[in-house]
């Protein structure tokens, strides 16, 4: 089992930045990769972006390119998401997630194993 920790949403006004960081806990030594996905109400939950564990590789939807950047800690096993340039359409719950298993890419939930509880991004206008 792994247990993943959010932090790091808030209240931020537009063209702002916030940081999210998701920590991994527990069986965490087949760790393919980790990622973010975000709900707004009355939307389905989407992908953000996730990155490769093995080698760095990182992945984007279209909407949050060039201004959301993924990083990782191997040691901490934490993932990152720096987002800039804060939008309203930003405004979601965001869901971290991990993969225990090799993927092709990593854009699709059903490719992920476990699920953070969430943790709520609010852009003011």
């Known amino acids: 089992q792994v247990l993943l920790v959010e932090s790091g949403g808030g209240l931020v006004q537009a063209g702002g930045s916030l940081r999210l960081s998701c920590a991994a806990s527990?069986?965490?030594?087949?760790?393919?990769?980790m990622g973010w996905f975000r709900q707004a109400p009355g939307n389905k939950r989407e992908f953000v972006s996730s990155?490769?564990?093995?080698?760095?590789?990182?992945y984007f939807a279209d909407s949050v390119k060039g201004r959301f950047t993924i990083s990782r800690d191997n040691a901490k096993n934490t993932v990152y998401l720096q987002m800039n340039s804060l939008k309203p359409e930003d405004t979601a719950v965001y869901y971290c997630?991990?993969?225990?298993?090799?993927?092709?890419?990593?854009?699709?939930?059903?490719?992920?194993?476990?699920w953070g509880q969430g943790t709520q991004v609010i852009v003011s206008s």
């Open positions: 990155i490769r564990w093995s080698d760095g590789s990182t």
């Open positions: 997630t991990y993969a225990e298993y090799y993927r092709q890419s990593y854009l699709r939930e059903e490719e992920y194993n476990y």
């Open positions: 527990g069986r965490t030594f087949d760790n393919y990769a």
